[in-house]
């Protein structure tokens, strides 16, 4: 007989969302960036760098100056920009950086490494309020 408490992370991970990658827009729209993998990975250690002291404490992000952490914030490398940002201005969510760090990497990986190269948004924090994104000049947060 198999332990239940063994296959919960399974269960876990199963239901978890990854991220939405973006697909290019039609011709008649404004174009997205094409990204390139090594600066957007650059970019998330510029967060991290930043975030280093409080790597794994839990903040509290919002648009209020009385939050742990005051967001929209971005981070570039080149022509890759890392973007945290809530869902709508009035609402706050805590998570930690090491959270948002790990949701950073899947997006490079899962929508700048493979193509069309494009980046793409996560929500992120218990109640999905946090919006994380990877995006190139002026494509962000549409």
């Known amino acids: 007989m198999v332990n ?3 296959i919960l992370p399974l269960l876990n991970s199963s239901l978890a ?30 967060l991290k760098i930043s975030a280093r002291q409080a790597l794994r404490t839990p903040l509290t992000f919002g648009r209020s100056s009385d939050v742990g952490f005051e967001v929209p914030k971005t981070w570039d490398h080149g022509k890759c920009h890392v973007t945290i940002d809530m869902t709508r201005s009035d609402v706050m969510e805590t998570t930690t950086f090491a959270t948002i760090l790990e949701q950073a990497i899947d997006i490079n990986l899962a929508c700048v490494s493979k193509p069309p190269f494009l980046g793409g948004e996560v929500s992120v ?14 494509t962000g947060m549409l």
């Not at 969302?17 to 960036?33: E, I, L």
């Not at 924090?125 to 002026?138: A, P, R, V, Y």
């Open 4 to 6: 239940p408490l063994l």
């Open 17 to 46: 969302a990854g991220p939405f990658c973006w697909h290019q827009d039609p011709h008649s729209q404004p174009q997205r960036v094409t990204l390139d993998y090594r600066q957007c990975r650059a970019a998330i250690t510029d």
């Open 125 to 138: 924090g218990d109640h999905h309020l946090i919006k994380l994104s990877i995006h190139g000049d002026g």
